[in-house]
């Protein structure tokens, strides 16, 4: 397994990744997945075995401390010297499920985030993964803003 940032020639796997993991309201577009890659690219952790896409993290940078529905869709937000790392996605394919490659994704996500002086991460999730990123030292800051594809999220943060 490699873990490497992405580039541009990684959109059609990493779209075809989101597919599988969210439902239509909730993933990115291949279109939004090409804006964010050409902006920023490096925040995208890419997990492979071989040339095939496992896991990818993904998400910008930021001086905003809560993750908002307009970040989704606007790449051009992204402040690569931004205090905060926003995690917008965290996916793996259902056949590699349960064998920790997300968990490894986001143990190198907080070690670049920390490396790059951050003030630390934010993410939102779903309230039955709440306890798994709690595991990783994020802290439950209760309902989000985000009503990202109609459903609940919690905002969970890592502070360094």
Same mark, same amino acid.
């Given at each position: 397994?490699?873990?490497?940032?992405?580039?541009?020639?990684?959109?059609?796997?990493?779209?075809?990744?989101?597919?599988?993991? =969210?439902?239509?309201?909730?993933?990115?577009?291949?279109?939004?997945?090409?804006?964010?890659?050409?902006?920023?690219?490096? $925040? =995208?952790?890419?997990?492979?075995?071989?040339?095939?896409?496992?896991?990818?993290?993904?998400?910008?940078?930021?001086?905003?401390?809560?993750?908002?529905?307009?970040?989704?869709?606007?790449?051009?937000? $992204?402040?690569?010297?931004?205090?905060?790392?926003?995690?917008?996605?965290?996916?793996?394919?259902?056949?590699?499920?349960?064998?920790?490659?997300?968990?490894?994704?986001?143990?190198?996500?907080?070690?670049?985030?920390?490396?790059?002086?951050?003030?630390?991460?934010?993410?939102?999730?779903?309230?039955?993964?709440?306890?798994?990123?709690?595991?990783?030292?994020?802290?439950?800051?209760?309902?989000?803003?985000?009503? $990202?594809?109609?459903?609940?999220?919690?905002?969970?943060?890592?502070?360094?």
């Amino acid at each position: 397994m490699l873990i490497r940032t992405a580039s541009i020639y990684d959109l059609d796997a990493v779209a075809a990744v989101e597919a599988e993991c =969210f439902p239509p309201a909730e993933a990115a577009t291949r279109e939004e997945f090409a804006e964010r890659l050409n902006v920023y690219a490096n $925040h =995208f952790w890419l997990l492979c075995d071989g040339d095939h896409l496992i896991s990818f993290v993904d998400g910008f940078c930021t001086d905003e401390p809560d993750l908002t529905d307009e970040m989704f869709a606007k790449a051009e937000m $992204h402040n690569e010297n931004g205090a905060w790392q926003m995690i917008f996605g965290v996916n793996t394919i259902p056949s590699e499920r349960k064998k920790g490659y997300a968990g490894i994704l986001i143990h190198q996500v907080i070690a670049d985030a920390k490396a790059q002086g951050r003030k630390g991460v934010v993410l939102t999730c779903k309230e039955e993964k709440i306890a798994w990123y709690a595991k990783f030292g994020f802290v439950n800051e209760g309902l989000s803003v985000s009503v $990202h594809g109609g459903v609940p999220w919690y905002q969970m943060r890592l502070r360094f």
